[in-house]
Every structure is written in C-alpha cells, then in structure tokens.
C-alpha cells in the first residue's frame, strides 16, 4: 500500500482530447508533486501544490495544468495530448521530516496517447 | 547545473555479486535522496542524505554522501533477486520543494 492513490491506473486517449488524473495523498501529507517518467527515464518535476496554490513549476507547456482541493487531493490536466505525452503519470504527496522532505509516491497513471 | 548524472546506466550482475551506483553533480547539494522502483512499479523512498560525508546503512545496502556534497553512491553487498530494479537518485531543489532525478541505474541480476 502506497499511501498515496491515484486513479485511474491505465488509460488510453486520442492526440488533442484533453484528461483528468487524479490523486489522494498520504494522510498528513498537504503538499502534492506531479511527476512525468517516460519511458526508461527518471521522473521529471511537473508542478507542485500546496495549500490549494502551484507553488514550483516544471518546465512543462501551459497545456498541463492542476489544481488541489481543500482535502489536498489533487487532478493533473492535460489538454490538446500530443503522442508524446504517453508516460507513467506519477503524483507524489511530501511533508517535512525535520532533516528535509519525505516524500511518498503513488502507483502512477500510464497514460498512453494514440 | 541543477542535473545529477548517474552511472552506470545498467548493472547486470550474478546472485551474490556486490553492486555500485553512483550518482554526481558538479554543483554542490543540499541533499540528494535514493529511489528504488520495481519493474513495472513506482519510485520507493529508500533513504534521503545531508551532511558532507555521511553514511547510512539499511541492512545490505550502504549509501554515502561525499565529503563535497557532490556525489553520492549506493552499495548492495551479495545481491538478491528481490535487488532488480532501477534505482534513481534526486537532489531536492527549493528546499526539496522539487526533486530532480538522475536517468537512473537498471540492475538485473542471474540467479
């Protein structure tokens, strides 16, 4: 068990339709990072919420977007898809640990875009 | 300047051989956190380094941070099968507010 749920796990769209992920972090974590991997390649920084606000960005286009609910869940946007958005969508909920972060990653959302 | 390099790429070695990732920067960090992700799996936190010249143990694996804070290495004694995996490191930037990832090492193991 992660601690941190994403939904939906798999998911199949048509270059230019736009998709929602979603993800619940661990409980007590109220900070939410959103993650892209590709494939065979470390995860590179989407955004960052905090406090229902994107508080650090990524270098990543306008067409991904986000929000953060009251309850600190979270939704990932991504409008117009290109086939090169296909990859394991990762959302990673954090909370200060005394020394530094301590992060939590979910199981991820393997969009692929056909 | 805000990337960490990883080597090697991909490690295959037999059951019962030791392991070395490594993992650089050529700027000084303030941090730098190791992931291990399972095929077909997600990043797990394995263990998050501060101070110049630290190490840290878990069982079989040793992870130390250079005296320079620009580099840092993780080390598997007498692999096991449970050990495949790719194994990333992060620095955290913005007081770890964002983790940036190096490429990762794949290991793959003989039984």
């Known amino acids: 068990d992660a601690g941190v749920t994403q939904s939906p796990t798999h998911l199949i769209k048509t270059r230019g339709q736009q998709v929602t992920l979603r993800c619940s972090p661990k409980?007590?974590?109220?900070?939410v990072s959103w993650y892209q991997q590709a494939l065979g390649q470390g995860p590179q920084f989407i955004f960052q919420?905090?406090?229902?606000?994107?508080?650090q960005r990524g270098n990543f286009p306008d067409r991904f977007s986000g929000h953060q609910f009251p309850n600190y869940s979270s939704e990932l946007n991504v409008n117009a898809l290109l086939l090169g958005d296909s990859a394991l969508y990762l959302c990673?909920?954090?909370?200060?640990?005394?020394?530094?972060?301590?992060?939590?990653f979910g199981s991820g959302t393997r969009l692929t875009v056909v | 300047g805000q990337q960490v390099m990883q080597i090697p790429q991909y490690q295959h070695v037999q059951e019962g051989e030791d392991f070395t990732t490594y993992c650089n920067s050529s700027?000084?960090?303030?941090?730098i956190q190791w992931y291990k992700q399972r095929p077909g799996g997600h990043p797990v936190f394995l263990i998050q380094?501060?101070?110049?010249?630290e190490v840290k143990k878990q069982k079989r694996l040793t992870f130390q941070f250079g005296e320079a804070k620009k580099n840092s290495s993780l080390h598997i004694t007498a692999t096991q099968t449970t050990d495949v995996g790719t194994y990333f490191c992060?620095?955290?930037?913005?007081?770890?507010?964002?983790?940036?990832f190096g490429q990762g090492t794949r290991l793959t193991i003989n039984p």
């Open positions: 409980s007590g974590h109220d900070t």
């Open positions: 919420y905090y406090e229902e606000e994107e508080r």
């Open positions: 380094l501060v101070k110049s010249g």
């Open positions: 700027t000084t960090l303030s941090n």
């Open positions: 990673a909920s954090s909370a200060y640990m005394g020394q530094g972060w301590g992060y939590t």
């Open positions: 992060a620095r955290g930037l913005q007081g770890a507010q964002k983790l940036v």
